[in-house]
């Protein structure tokens, strides 16, 4: 039997971190396991807090929490601070952010027109810059864009999360998707999101951080209807078949591994924001090894 001195030895062990990341049902399908405990963390323990990604990007230029879900154009801001996991990522393969408006607005219809972004850090944000730099912007919340084009704020809007299978309910037609285009431009993936570790951590720490993530993505796509009925609260009103797509949109092989065209596609999005003048300067993409 344990000495109660060796109880508290081990107990003084455990890490405590903060895992910060978006209130979505896909995030929620990725977290699953680790969430719910159904994988073993060793002496770390997470603690999950929820906020949209905007401001999750806000407060890790802060360094407010551990481990953050950004956006990849954040990291331009967070080098400093943040390593990417090699796990967690969400790529938009020939499909992405959309910008949508009330009518049609022809090939060249954004030049000089308001768009509302969710976020000037997103990558949908950045995105939309590369695709047409002559647009003035209007940074409002993610969910709010919808309301905004409705209430004449903006010509268009950018919408992410369940807002790209969703935006024709609202009767707005789409005038072009950014993962589309980015395909056709570079034939790569449009890298929109990863999860970040902080700098501060030492590497042992953080490679134990991308196992275990690894291993909680892992673990939900191979229970995937358990791990769907658990994300469905995070879904905004999605019934279940519009949420299986969404999950499936953004968690899959590319979210278990870069691989060497992911990795790529990052460093691409970063290079060309730098060299638009959209970033203040070109940034390496730093990965934790494991």
Same mark, same amino acid.
């Given at each position: 039997?344990? &000495?109660?001195r060796?109880?508290?030895?081990? =107990?003084?062990?455990?890490q405590?971190?903060?895992l ?6 896909d995030?929620?399908?990725?977290f ?11 002496? @770390? ?7 949209? !990604?905007?401001? @999750? ?9 551990? +481990?953050? #879900? %950004?956006?990849?154009?954040?990291y331009?801001y967070l ?5 990417? @996991?090699?796990?967690?990522? &969400? ?5 992405? $952010? !959309?910008v949508?408006a009330?009518?049609?607005?022809g ?9 509302a ?8 944000h950045?995105?939309l ?7 003035e912007?209007?940074?409002? $919340? ?15 809007g950018v919408?992410i999360?369940?807002?790209?299978? *969703?935006?024709a309910?609202?009767g707005?037609?789409? +005038? %072009? ?7 056709r431009?570079t034939?790569l ?9 902080? /700098?501060? @951590?030492?590497?042992? *720490?953080?490679?134990?951080? #991308? /196992?275990?993530?690894k291993?909680? +993505? ?6 995937r209807d358990?791990?769907?009925?658990y994300a469905?609260?995070?879904? =905004?009103?999605?019934? *279940? ?8 949109m ?7 591994d870069?691989?060497? =065209?992911?990795?790529?596609?990052v460093q691409?999005l970063?290079? =060309?924001?730098a060299?638009?003048? !959209?970033?203040? #300067? ?6 934790v090894?494991?």
């Open positions: 039997m344990s &000495s109660p060796k109880i508290d030895a081990a =107990r003084a062990r455990v405590e971190l903060k910060a990341h978006s209130p979505d049902s995030d929620a399908f990725m699953y396991a680790l969430a719910t405990r159904k994988i073993r963390t060793g002496n @770390l323990k997470f603690s999950h807090v929820l906020e949209d !990604i905007e401001t @999750l990007n806000q407060k890790a230029t802060e360094s407010e929490y551990e +481990i953050s #879900a %950004i956006s990849f154009h954040a331009a080098a400093d601070r943040y390593i990417l @996991l090699p796990s967690g990522a &969400s790529f938009g393969d020939q499909y992405g $952010p !959309i949508v009330r009518g049609p607005l090939a060249k219809g954004l030049r000089g027109r308001k768009v972004v969710p976020g000037k850090m997103t990558t949908a950045l995105t810059r590369l695709y047409e730099p002559d647009v912007t209007v940074t409002v $919340p993610f969910d709010k864009v919808f309301e905004c084009i409705a209430k004449g704020e903006a010509d268009a919408v999360h369940e807002g790209q299978l *969703t935006y309910r609202e707005l037609k789409k +005038i %072009i998707d950014l993962g589309e285009w980015w395909y431009e034939r993936p449009l890298p929109l999101g990863g999860n970040a570790v902080s /700098r501060a @951590l030492d590497r042992k *720490t953080q490679a134990a951080i #991308a /196992r275990i993530l291993e909680s +993505i892992e673990y939900a796509l191979a229970h358990e791990a769907l009925e469905m609260q995070f879904g =905004r009103g999605l019934d *279940t078949p519009t949420a299986d797509r969404f999950v499936s953004y968690v899959n092989e590319w979210t278990l870069y691989g060497e =065209r992911g990795r790529a596609a691409l970063l290079d =060309r924001g060299e638009k003048g !959209i970033l203040p #300067a070109r940034v390496q993409a730093e990965f090894e494991v």
